[in-house]
């Protein structure tokens, strides 16, 4: 079985947990309260930039000049997303430019950019690759699930990522980690498990801080 059909297979449990989490249940719904997805719109713009940074330094990590180029690219569409979301809902929902980032966020953010700089090139991968594959699950699923909701508010955001660029782009990344973990030891294997699990986890946790409007305790 591939390193990723195994990954799935083992995450199945944190992945339903995310599905099932009141952020994405209303979202999916139309009913998520506007001030919570602000607080998400604005932590997400701040995660894409710094999450575009670390692509871009994986891009110049890879070896084969075709995963450089992937890379490029994912680290360009990161920054497209996120200045996509200033032309769209900044404008529209008046969230202010500077972001200072919540704790979640940047524990997520300094975690990824970390790993892509000093991590095994494996490891690396596979703690990028939530960032993709979770997110298009989620959007796929809420998809499918809200036909039965008219004009949802948030329908941009479902479209992005249900969409087929970004189907284009997981599916890139799923293969690329696939060739580097047959590349790999069975120890290097459960190192990129670990670090895709850890990224899956902060994934919840991000979706999770949005919901609570969290905050500096001091
Ligand atoms: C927190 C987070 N993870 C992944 C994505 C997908 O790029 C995103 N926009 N935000
Ligand atoms: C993972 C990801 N999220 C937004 S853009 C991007 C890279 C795909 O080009």
Sequence with gaps: M???????????????????????????QGTLPLEKFKFYMAQDA???????????TLSGRMEKMAHVLEFAHFAAGAIEVERA????????????????P???????????LKEAKYADLA???????????????VGDHIFEQQSSVENNPYKNWIDTYSGEAFAESVQKAISITDELAEQSSPSANEAMFKAF?????????????AYRLEKWPV
């Design 123 to 137: 490891t690396a991968v596979a703690a990028v690759l939530p960032c993709f594959w979770i997110y298009k699950k």
């Design 46 to 56: 701040y995660y894409l930039g710094e999450f575009g940074k670390a692509l871009s």
């Design 2 to 28: 591939s390193w990723t059909k195994n990954t799935w297979k083992r995450i199945t449990p944190l992945y339903e947990k995310i599905l099932a989490m009141p952020f994405n249940q209303e979202l999916m």
């Design 102 to 112: 919540s704790p979640s966020c940047l524990l997520y953010t300094n975690f990824l």
């Design 85 to 100: 979301l200033h032309e769209s809902y900044f404008k529209t929902l008046g969230i202010p430019d500077t972001i200072e």
């Design 197 to 209: 699990e850890m990224a899956s986890k902060l994934e919840w946790m991000f979706w999770d801080s």
